[in-house]
């Protein structure tokens, strides 16, 4: 039924048909985490949370009220490049989203604060995970592995280095693929479908053929998020 699978997509900002795709919607505040929620449907899954570029100026309590009517908590996390509160506000709104999202996947932004996101998630006995957009060390993937976590590769792997070199190391039972659509990223509004072009950038790049790509990040998928394929 779907072809191509997007782990984190902010789709409250698009709200476009996408046939032949499964997305995961992430919200950024209040606002977004209702319309996101507001456009769950059969191929969209839908997730609530702060941003850490929020942190400074959203209640974080209205939020919390909104975790149990989504499928995941996301996208949270912790920023220490660009986010303007400080590090222990973003670490107490990114715990506390974890604790009332308890059994949900966390859909996770660290930026410059990989190895801070990721000890917080083992503390809180988070038990599924993605990071997306991973930029982070190589030597923290082999720990994201063993704790049976998520890394999601961007559309942004066909020229940035440093994301190349991630999908390099990774190993492919813990990668899916993202778009990170609605947001724009070196002057292009990034979508679901930039994702194909992706995957034959991964498919050349790891020298994999597509269609054995396609189905090992479907699995991930399914498996990332707790759902049973039989049914998709």
Not at 16 to 33: H, N, P, T
């Amino acid at each position: 039924m779907y072809k191509y699978f997007d782990a984190h997509c902010h789709y409250s900002y698009l709200k476009k048909k996408y046939e032949g795709y499964l997305i995961a919607a992430v919200s950024m505040d209040y606002q977004s985490a209702m319309d996101t929620l507001s456009l769950k449907s059969e191929n969209v899954l839908v997730g609530v949370g702060i941003h850490p570029w929020r942190v400074h100026e959203e209640d974080l309590t209205r939020v919390l009220s909104l975790i149990s009517k989504a499928d995941f908590v996301g996208e949270v996390g912790l920023d220490y490049r660009f986010a303007k509160a400080p590090k222990e506000l973003q670490i107490k709104y990114f715990e506390e989203q974890i604790k009332a999202g308890e059994g949900k996947l966390i859909n996770v932004h660290a930026l410059d604060a990989w190895e801070d996101a990721f000890n917080i998630l083992v503390k809180n006995d988070v038990k599924s995970a993605i990071f997306h957009w991973y930029t982070g060390p190589i030597n923290l993937l082999k720990d994201i592995e063993s704790a049976g976590y998520f890394i999601s590769i961007n559309p942004s792997v066909s020229f940035q280095k440093k994301h190349q070199n991630v999908l390099k190391n990774a190993d492919l039972k813990n990668v899916l693929t993202e778009s990170d659509g609605g947001y724009e990223y070196r002057g292009k509004l990034l979508e679901p479908s930039d994702i194909p072009n992706a995957i034959s950038f991964m498919s050349n790049f790891l020298g994999i053929e597509e269609y054995k790509l396609v189905r090992i990040i479907s699995n991930n998928f399914f498996k990332a998020y707790g759902i049973n394929p039989v049914n998709n």
